[in-house]
């Protein structure tokens, strides 16, 4: 049977699988059976939730695990073990054979096939459509990215109210200023406006040089610090993501033209971007750009110094999703950040990233953040 054809069966939460949460947009915490079988959408649920899903979820029906037929566990006394429960469900249906995500549990998968379902896994995203926004999809990740850019107005507020002590050190509120301090104020204002913040990146100094080093300690004046924030909506469950670099104090001129390179180099990507053109050499000419500009890639005494990662990922229900930058031809309806950095430990590190929508001409900004850096 070809893929088309097969039903299509997911087993998990929908707080953690996107797949899940993008077939029945209905949030859940325990794992819960979902089935379509020739265009027919269905979820099985506990009575905890029940009444709830009929109520929000998007889907076509919405039974109980009691009007599953019932059955003892085949391995003794007791209640059915929750693999035979999902069995005896498919088996109800006539699912004798359907796709699933690749993450589908291991161990549910080897009990299914010992009932004689056979499960084959999708390889990439499970649903294409993912790929692509809708409209309705792209009005809720700019909600996202306002909420975003609510965390990133607090941290440069706070950073502005600061005072630059002895040794540049810097003080707020008559404590010394640490990225912990900094992320948790940053973390609070997201989830005041119903965001759920998640490794909030505060990095100053060398420690900006490790691009997903969230930062920790003390944070100085005059220097480099990284403030990168990908909270999630609560009632959507869709990601936002936008990186700035700021100095608190006066930049040296090596910081200053740093920062201007990474802008140069976003602004030179955001200009390339448009239907039918290739993520990798775009990729590849941002790479030869920092280097005609002084700033080449490679290992300086076991560690990469440069632009060592890649200019940018798909965004939406997952923080990190397909597609990648530099492994895409851009299409109308795909989300993608924009985020070249350089790292050299003698000057710091600078990111600057926001997020963007290809349309059927070029691209567009979903976020809108200014580009602020002395503080």
Not at 156 to 182: C, D, M, N, Q, Y
Request: contains cysteine; hydrophobic residues 35%; charged residues 25%.
């Amino acid at each position: 049977m070809s893929k088309s054809r097969l039903s299509r069966l997911i087993v998990a939460d929908s707080e953690s699988s996107p797949d899940m949460l993008h077939a029945t947009r209905f949030f859940a915490p325990d794992p819960f059976i979902f089935l379509e079988k020739n265009g027919k959408r269905t979820i099985v649920l506990n009575d905890l939730e029940i009444d709830r899903g009929r109520r929000t979820a998007k889907v076509d029906e919405v039974i109980s695990y009691a009007e599953i037929p019932k059955g003892k566990s085949k391995q003794g006394k007791g209640p059915a073990k929750f693999h035979e429960t999902v069995a005896r469900f498919l088996k109800a249906r006539k699912v004798r054979s359907a796709l699933v995500p690749s993450t589908f549990p291991l161990g549910l998968a080897n009990e299914l096939a010992k009932a004689g379902i056979k499960l084959s896994p999708e390889t990439g995203l499970f649903w294409k459509e993912r790929e692509f926004k809708t409209d309705s999809e792209l009005q809720l990740m700019s909600r996202v990215l306002k909420i975003t850019e609510t965390g990133m107005a607090r941290g440069v507020e706070v950073l502005k109210a600061s005072k630059i002590g002895p040794k540049g050190r810097l003080f707020w509120a008559g404590h010394p200023l640490t990225s912990e301090i900094l992320r948790a104020e940053i973390d609070s204002a997201i989830l005041r406006v119903g965001g759920l913040p998640a490794n909030t990146i505060v990095a100053g100094g060398k420690q900006g040089c490790d691009p997903h080093e969230r930062g920790s300690g003390p944070l100085s004046a005059h220097t480099l610090i990284i403030l990168d924030i990908f909270p999630r909506d609560t009632r959507s469950g869709y990601y936002g993501d936008l990186t700035r670099t700021v100095v608190r104090g006066r930049a040296t001129d090596a910081q200053r033209r740093l920062w201007e390179t990474v802008l140069e180099g976003q602004t030179l990507a955001l200009n390339a971007m448009k239907p039918g053109a290739d993520g990798g050499p775009i990729h590849d000419a941002i790479k030869d750009f920092f280097k005609q500009r002084g700033y080449p890639t490679g290992q300086k005494k076991g560690r990469w110094t440069g632009f060592f990662h890649g200019t940018g990922h798909g965004l939406g229900l997952e923080i990190h999703e397909e597609p990648r930058f530099s492994a895409t031809v851009f299409k109308p309806g795909q989300v993608i950040t924009v985020e070249p950095g350089l790292y050299y430990p003698h000057i710091g590190g600078a990111r600057i990233e926001d997020v963007a929508t290809i349309t059927r001409t070029g691209v567009r900004l979903l976020s809108g953040f200014p580009k602020v850096f002395e503080i």
